[in-house]
T-cell receptor, first 114, second 113 residues
Framework: GQQLNQSPQSMFIQEGEDVSMNCTSS?????WLWYKQDPGEGPVLLIA?????ELTSNGRLTAQFGITRKDSFLNISASIPSDVGIYFC??????????????FGEGTQLTVNP | DSGVTQTPKHLITATGQRVTLRCSPR?????VYWYQQSLDQGLQFLIQ???????AKGNILERFSAQQFPDLHSELNLSSLELGDSALYFC????????????FGPGTRLLVL
């Protein structure tokens, strides 16, 4: 089945540092989404990307949909303690082969030291 | 707050039992999705309903079933529960049925003892 390889698995950074994480796949996807999940809560949508090459920002977050449609990255600038959590990439593939299901990466656990 | 509600928040039950999880989508959303999150499998898609009809199916066990009612709320039924069914179960909703941003509820934490 379709799989997303997300890296790194975990990151330990100092407050104020920039962060970068990415997802790759051997399959082509039509949508890339980035979610953040706090402990015991549901994933919260951060950024949605719908076109290859699209670069979108949401405050200190920036994400891009790779030109090949097989990868995406998320950058967080000037990290703050409340950025702590697990970040997931998710993708939606071709309707005929996968319907509208989201396939999730394994997650990146971000720890920010004050 | 995503606007998606799920009940109950926590559920503790025994092996062999049956439980029902409930989801109310965001106002105006016609699609409801169910996902399971476990430590070893991550977030896995189970099933999608759109306007009352099943639209897509993932790796949902035969012991599990779901439905979407005319008022668009959905229920996920889990029967003959096993220890391995312990997980977080999330519901998500979207306006349409494809290439729509999915908004997740807070989840139901199921513990099977």
């Amino acid at each position: 089945g379709q799989q997303l390889n997300q890296s790194p698995q975990s990151m330990f950074i100092q407050e104020g540092e920039d962060v970068s994480m990415n997802c790759t796949s051997s399959s082509i996807f039509n949508t890339w989404l980035w979610y953040k999940q706090d402990p015991g809560e549901g994933p919260v949508l951060l950024i949605a990307l719908y076109k290859a090459g699209e670069l979108t920002s949401n405050g200190r977050l920036t994400a891009q949909f790779g030109i090949t449609r097989k990868d995406s990255f998320l950058n967080i600038s000037a990290s703050i303690p409340s950025d702590v959590g697990i970040y997931f990439c998710a993708s939606e593939g071709d309707w005929e082969t996968s319907g509208s299901r989201l396939t999730f990466g394994e997650g990146t656990q971000l720890t920010v030291n004050p | 707050d995503s606007g998606v509600t799920q009940t109950p928040k926590h559920l503790i039950t025994a092996t062999g039992q049956r439980v029902t999880l409930r989801c109310s989508p965001r106002s105006g959303d016609l699609s409801v999705y169910w996902y399971q999150q476990s430590l070893d499998q991550g977030l896995q898609f189970l099933i999608q309903y759109y306007n009352g009809e099943e639209r897509a199916k993932g790796n949902i066990l035969e012991r599990f079933s779901a439905q979407q009612f005319p008022d668009l709320h959905s229920e996920l039924n889990l029967s003959s529960l096993e220890l391995g069914d312990s997980a977080l179960y999330f519901c998500a909703s979207s306006p349409g049925q494809y290439q729509e941003t999915q908004y997740f509820g807070p989840g139901t934490r199921l513990l099977v003892l």
